[in-house]
């Protein structure tokens, strides 16, 4: 456990070296529970809440202020208040957690001890303090850029959300210590890449831990919105899982002083940018992005004002739900649930609908920073067992396979559409890697019709079959000259 006086000393090191007055007063909140008619519920959630969680629709839980609570209780909401901010003020951060720099210095120590499956890398900088963000990536040769699929994990897009974190470190820690002799283990290091994100909000975190606790539900990173130099707890900050660029005015709220602010405009945010340029250069297949609290796997999409479903909706609702029945909710009467999230702003729908990757949101555990270590430890352990499903997911059922140029053998990108599915209305159109002419869809298994666009090359379509494992059809363009002169050929039969 830290010191006290080493605890003091890092707090008086976040008020003076970065910008918060020791004498700044904040607005008290408070953890709170609303009820109402249910035809008055409906409206609650169109307002710009703090809610603790989405998935609780009858007597959900949010964070207010005093104001916020009053205006709720005019309206007719009624409020039972769980927890105030003063009640956690100075508690200290159970050490069974790791702060930013244990955080930091672990993964490190992985690199070192594993250099032959781990590569450590900073993929961009906080917006304030320009903390970096880390990113671990574990594979069989971590610093070649392999043809191989590419899965993403990451934590803490919420400050005061560490569960997040420990999934991801317990994760690595599983992946490097037991490869070269799990069998299971050793076949995902070998044939994927494999990226954790630990902390997506390195600063927002520092300054709940820096500071004891004193703001325990501080969820934003600490943007200077008002520009006056100071962190004002009050108004400052942007919701970095609102600061994605999809639907991005649909979601979160236009007001710097609320704790849902989406910030000034999309991906203005250091930390988003820097999640978008990875997701963009790698192309994962497969994502999981841990929140809390709720434990419920979110999938996609509830289209902003419309009916709509995401056009893989029977394929993301059906992982969901092998995800959701692998992971043990903390009274141990079941697992988590599984529901749709709605199609704007926050980083799964961006990723889905812009890069194609199947993100899932998993909201762990039943409160924000559970203090008791069994409960933690379990909850741990519990969300491993889901991320070794998604691992085991990336082999299918789906197909893959290379784009190539017909007469040079090259890679092509081109958009590799599936045509029962894609909907373009809603979605960007799927492409072949550039370098590789790679190209990976999940799918259940069926029967599909496969359509390869490029304007320079014959446009082929044809039927695959796709069974219980992942596919491999590679297809091969001719040029339209050749088309038009009769050579065209169409792809290579397997």
Known sequence: MRRPEVILAALLAALLGFGLSPGAVKTERYLVRITAPPAKMASLFRRPLDFASQAVRERPEAVVTHKEMEALIRDGYHIEILQSESD?????????????EETQEFLRTVERSYPQIAKLHIIGRSTLWRVPLLALKISDHPDEDEDEPAVLFDGMHHAREPLGNEICLALIDHLVSRYGWDERVTSWVNDYEIWVIPIMNPEGYKYITDNALASPWWRKNLRDN??????????????????????????????????????????????TRAKRDLALRERFVLSLTYHSTGEIVYYQWSWPGTSVRAPDHDLLQEIAAGLAGRIKNTLGTGTYDYGRQTGASQSSPWMYAVTGALEFLVETGTSFIPLDIPLIESIVASNLEGAFFMLDRVRGPGITGRVLDGRTGEPVEATVSIV????????????????????????????????IRHPFY????????VGSHLKTKDIILLPRSDRRSGRDRGPRKD
């Open 88 to 100: 956690l003020a100075g508690v200290a951060l159970d050490p069974f957690y790791h702060v930013l």
């Open 420 to 451: 029962e599915i894609d909907d373009f209305r809603y979605i960007l159109p799927r492409k072949s890697d550039p370098a590789t002419g790679r190209y990976t869809r999940l799918l259940r298994p069926g029967k599909y019709t496969l359509e």
């Open 226 to 271: 008002d520009g006056n130099g100071q962190i004002d707890l009050d108004y400052d900050g942007v919701d970095l899982n609102r600061n994605y660029d999809w639907n991005w005015i649909y979601a979160g709220s236009s007001n710097p002083a609320d704790w849902t602010y989406r910030g000034p405009q999309a991906f203005s945010e250091d930390e």
């Open 458 to 465: 014959a446009s082929p379509r044809f039927s695959v079959d």
